[in-house]
């Protein structure tokens, strides 16, 4: 199985940007597809944006299209997620998530990380 590490978060103004970064490490990565999820508080997760394995399919959400955008780097294990135009709504805890399944299906995540606190204020 794979494990998880997300790092990048924090708090920032609305209109700011962060990136957030996911390292895996345990199985080859390049065979996982890629996800990020996030929790506000009193609310369900919901899905963010989704990565193929190769990276060359993507698939964002409507509230975060053209703000932010999921990319991967196979050679260094690692998943990002930047984030631009940030909004106080975004505000949440942020996850990564790993799939060996269909990378598009949001129900089908396996692996996950602890979580990364985004905080944006108006």
């Known amino acids: 199985q794979v494990q998880l590490v997300e790092s990048g978060g924090g708090l920032v103004q609305a209109g700011g940007s962060l990136r957030l970064s996911c390292a895996a490490s345990g199985q080859t990565f390049s065979g996982y597809g890629m996800g990020w999820f996030r929790q506000a508080p009193g609310k369900e997760r919901e899905p963010v944006a989704a990565i193929s394995p190769s990276g060359m399919s993507t698939y964002y959400v409507n509230s975060v299209k053209g703000r932010f955008t999921i990319s991967r780097d196979n050679a260094k294990n690692t998943a990002y997620l930047q984030m631009n135009s940030l909004k106080p709504e975004d505000t949440a805890v942020y996850s990564c998530?790993?799939?060996?399944?269909?990378?598009?299906?949001?129900?089908?995540?396996?692996?996950w990380g602890q979580g990364t606190q985004v905080t944006v204020s108006s």
């Open positions: 998530e790993a799939t060996v399944g269909i990378w598009y299906n949001f129900q089908g995540y396996d692996y």
